[in-house]
């Protein structure tokens, strides 16, 4: 549920987009507004709002996190959803990145599998009627609302499942942060051209893999 705005809260949003967001070329007027719309405060451990702008990950509990304001940047703004998108968020926790979403794509999925992170996600999204809260495995996708013109991984992954591929559309585009086997996490971009899809990175960032996504460990003798 969204809470009354004070002022410090203003100025730290702001702080954010102008120091965090703007000098790394998050600069598109719609995303810029989307991130100014958008409490993050509402989305991160209670103990932790007065925390909810700095330049980090907020944890959430249960190995998962809120990703850093910057990694969310580059993947929305890199995204260039319009109200013609039709938008999957992948490990959407509680739900900021599809809220964020929502105020630039016509429609947003936000998928999650922890039961606890896909309730507080339903009631911190009751008040943004494009999106839809689903619960399920991360690594499965939601088939029932495919296929997607966008779908944003709010994470970061060593492998991509097939499941998901095939529910983005021809000519969709696929954001997510690439954990690369140099150890360095990267912002990456793909998009499905005859049911292919190649993960390009565009830019060093942060970001924790989630576990659906990791890469088996190789057996060494």
Partial sequence: MATAVSAPVHTAREAMIDSQLKPCGIVSPPVVAAFYSVPREDFVAPDRRKLAYVDAAQPLGNGRELMTPLSLGYLVEDAGATPADKVLVVG???????????????????????????SRARGNLAAYPNVEVAEGPLEAGWSAGAPYTIILIDGAVELLPAELIAQLAEGGRLLTILSGTDRVSRAARGRKQAGILHLEPFAETAGTVLPPFRQAPAFRF
Avoid: H, I, R
Wanted: charged share 10%; no cysteine.
């Fill in 92 to 118: 959407a926790t509680t739900g900021y990145a599809a809220a964020v979403l929502s105020k630039v794509a016509g429609q947003v999925v936000a998928l999650e599998s922890d039961p606890g992170l896909a």
